[in-house]
């Protein structure tokens, strides 16, 4: 038996969100925002966005950059054109990364490149830039996800099948033609999954389809920033357990500290949700207390958009208007933002439901 209290001070020693910013974990799922992307576009599959710095969400698809015509408005305009000799003509895009400062990142897809340009490298409505290499960098290098580290190099997840995984950290000032770009997690044994990074610089990736290895189909973890940082840090022997999350092939750490998963482990029956991992279970795992127990709702969100259809999730988080993204294809769902703040009462009753018995 153990009991298990985190509190504030402690949580933020970690890096995580404390119990009194868990609103928007206990909120997530209450209600939906249906969003309707652009059209899918050429040579894709599905329509993959990111949150510009101020707001408005940035689609993806074909060869085709679009941005939103004001915050929340849902409308979309096409801005950009990738340089159709980079991307044989369309992408179907693998992911999307806007930095704080807005560079932009988009993983186009297998065997096509991952591009980074500045925000001030769109164009306008009616008058789209074409992302020439004078205007955007294209790195030809393997990729499924990415995500920007604090120091403002790409963090790649890749992989070949039958092969370990690993996550890259491109250097985006390097020459595309000598693209600096080493290897920070190594021996994934698994399929290439999802990445990202919380506020004190901790590296979260997963084994996206187990075959072989200590860890299996959707195994999450983290990696303390000296691990990766002077690594490349083994998958398999380091790293904290988080827990065991659908395929984790898309990974979002919100503004609290709660990290979204999304992706399916059809081999468990495990798809169809997203998954949001509460920023105090992610505290107790690294505190040594063991990985989350996800089918305990205070661990563990398990969020279900208002599909038509079968769902396999990607998330993103824009942090500017508190909003959790869920991509399906053509299909975008956006929660509906938690209030800012809670009142002491409710504090004090969500502080008491994290003391439990397991």
Same mark, same amino acid.
């Given at each position: 038996?153990?009991?298990?209290?985190?509190?504030?001070?402690?949580?933020?020693?970690?890096?995580?969100?404390?119990?009194?910013?868990?609103?928007?974990?206990?909120?997530?799922?209450?209600?939906?925002?249906?969003?309707?992307?652009? #059209?899918?576009?050429?040579?894709?599959?599905?329509?993959?966005?990111?949150?510009?710095?101020?707001?408005?969400?940035?689609?993806?698809?074909?060869?085709?950059?679009?941005?939103?015509?004001?915050?929340?408005?849902?409308?979309?305009?096409?801005?950009?054109?990738?340089?159709?000799?980079?991307?044989?003509?369309?992408?179907?895009?693998?992911?999307?990364?806007?930095?704080?400062?807005?560079?932009?990142?988009?993983?186009?897809?297998?065997?096509? #490149?991952?591009?980074?340009?500045?925000?001030?490298?769109?164009?306008?409505?009616?008058?789209?830039?074409?992302?020439?290499?004078?205007?955007?960098?294209?790195?030809?290098?393997?990729?499924?996800?990415?995500?920007?580290?604090?120091?403002?190099?790409?963090?790649?997840?890749?992989?070949?099948?039958?092969?370990?995984?690993?996550?890259?950290?491109?250097?985006?000032?390097?020459?595309?033609?000598?693209?600096?770009?080493?290897?920070?997690?190594?021996?994934?044994?698994?399929?290439?999954?999802?990445?990202?990074?919380?506020?004190?610089?901790?590296?979260?990736?997963?084994?996206?389809?187990?075959?072989?290895?200590?860890?299996?189909?959707?195994?999450?973890?983290?990696?303390?920033?000296?691990?990766?940082?002077?690594?490349?840090?083994?998958?398999?022997?380091?790293?904290?357990?988080?827990?065991?999350?659908?395929?984790?092939?898309?990974?979002?750490?919100?503004?609290?500290?709660?990290?979204?998963?999304?992706?399916?482990?059809?081999?468990?029956?495990?798809?169809?949700?997203?998954?949001?991992?509460?920023?105090?279970?992610?505290?107790?795992?690294?505190?040594?207390?063991? #990985?989350?127990?996800?089918?305990?709702?205070?661990?563990?969100?398990?969020?279900?958009?208002?599909?038509?259809?079968?769902?396999?999730?990607?998330?993103?988080?824009?942090?500017?208007?508190?909003?959790?993204?869920?991509?399906?294809?053509?299909?975008?769902?956006?929660?509906?933002?938690?209030?800012?703040?809670?009142?002491?009462?409710?504090?004090?009753?969500?502080?008491?439901?994290?003391?439990?018995?397991?």
């Amino acid at each position: 038996m153990r009991t298990v209290v985190v509190s504030c001070a402690a949580a933020a020693m970690l890096g995580v969100a404390s119990p009194a910013t868990a609103d928007a974990f206990e909120r997530y799922g209450q209600s939906w925002r249906a969003v309707t992307p652009p #059209p899918i576009g050429p040579q894709s599959y599905q329509v993959m966005g990111g949150a510009l710095p101020d707001g408005r969400m940035l689609a993806v698809t074909g060869n085709s950059v679009f941005v939103e015509s004001g915050v929340g408005s849902g409308a979309f305009d096409e801005v950009a054109v990738f340089d159709a000799g980079k991307t044989g003509g369309g992408s179907d895009p693998a992911f999307v990364a806007v930095g704080p400062t807005g560079t932009i990142a988009v993983g186009t897809g297998f065997g096509r #490149p991952v591009v980074v340009f500045s925000v001030d490298a769109l164009g306008t409505p009616g008058a789209p830039t074409t992302l020439t290499p004078g205007v955007a960098s294209y790195y030809d290098l393997p990729h499924y996800h990415g995500a920007w580290s604090h120091d403002g190099r790409l963090a790649l997840t890749a992989g070949d099948f039958g092969s370990p995984s690993r996550v890259t950290l491109l250097d985006v000032t390097s020459d595309p033609g000598s693209p600096v770009n080493v290897t920070i997690v190594e021996n994934i044994a698994g399929a290439s999954a999802g990445v990202a990074f919380d506020n004190a610089g901790r590296l979260y990736t997963a084994n996206g389809f187990g075959y072989g290895g200590a860890s299996d189909t959707g195994w999450i973890k983290a990696f303390e920033p000296a691990a990766w940082q002077h690594g490349p840090a083994d998958f398999e022997s380091q790293g904290v357990l988080i827990g065991d999350v659908l395929s984790g092939v898309s990974l979002a750490i919100d503004a609290f500290g709660n990290l979204a998963v999304g992706g399916g482990d059809y081999a468990e029956g495990d798809s169809g949700y997203l998954g949001v991992i509460g920023a105090g279970a992610i505290a107790d795992a690294l505190a040594g207390l063991g #990985p989350i127990d996800r089918n305990d709702p205070l661990q563990m969100r398990m969020l279900l958009p208002p599909t038509g259809g079968f769902a396999f999730f990607s998330a993103s988080y824009n942090a500017s208007t508190g909003e959790l993204y869920a991509f399906d294809g053509s299909e975008w769902f956006a929660t509906v933002p938690a209030p800012a703040t809670l009142s002491i009462l409710a504090l004090t009753a969500l502080a008491a439901r994290r003391r439990r018995d397991a």
